[in-house]
């Protein structure tokens, strides 16, 4: 009995640790400083720099209405309203990796704020996919949600299950940066049971395809808890 009462206060206690660790990233922010390409300004005054702060877990179209505002006087005419996006020392950044995978991928020497520049015209397709309107990015957050669950169950019944006002909401909890409501819902589809076959993780490297591997968990007895068997993944195979 008391080495159940033992592990079980254990495992508590390694599960609320999670909930500190799992709060604490989520209200990590990026201060960004963003300026205007030297090529779309038009107007005889500079532009002044936009700074903010950005959820680590965001992206950069949740920003992108206060960017394209605060520049619209100095960009060309013709192409106000166009497709906007950012790069870093010259690289385009894909608007549907989160910010703080981005700031930690390409940033590498922590340099803050993390300078970016923003551009009205020129969009790389090639390199970037186009965002047409908030649907895009909205539409790419439920088909990671889908993968991911798809990856870790085998199947997608625990976020087909979810009502409509769930759904709404976690995308809400996203877009709004608002933890409990996020939270709220994400935790009815991110359970760990013993079901589970695989443990969805993406690899980011500069220039390269986010790398992803089927990762199988370990049960460990001992705590209640998953853990993740290590696995080596020669990154620069092929390349």
Known sequence: MKASTSSSTLGMAVVNQDKEVRRAVWEGS??????????????????????????????????????????????????????????????????????????DTYNKNQDLPWNLTVHFNGLPSDTIMRCSSDDSVKSNFYNSLKEASYIKFGDNSHVNKLSMTESDNLWKGCLQNAYELYWSVNELISVTSSNMKHIPIRVSIPHYPFIQDLIVPRYSAEVNMRKTECKSINIFNNK
């Open 30 to 103: 990026v201060p960004i400083v963003f300026h205007l390409a030297e090529n779309d300004v038009v107007s005889f005054q500079q532009p002044l720099p936009l700074y903010m702060m950005v959820p680590r877990n965001g992206y950069l179209p949740y920003v992108a209405q206060t960017v394209r505002e605060h520049f619209m006087p100095y960009a060309p005419p013709v192409i106000v309203g166009g497709d906007l996006w950012f790069d870093f020392h010259t690289i385009p950044l894909k608007w549907h990796h989160p910010v703080g995978v981005l700031f």
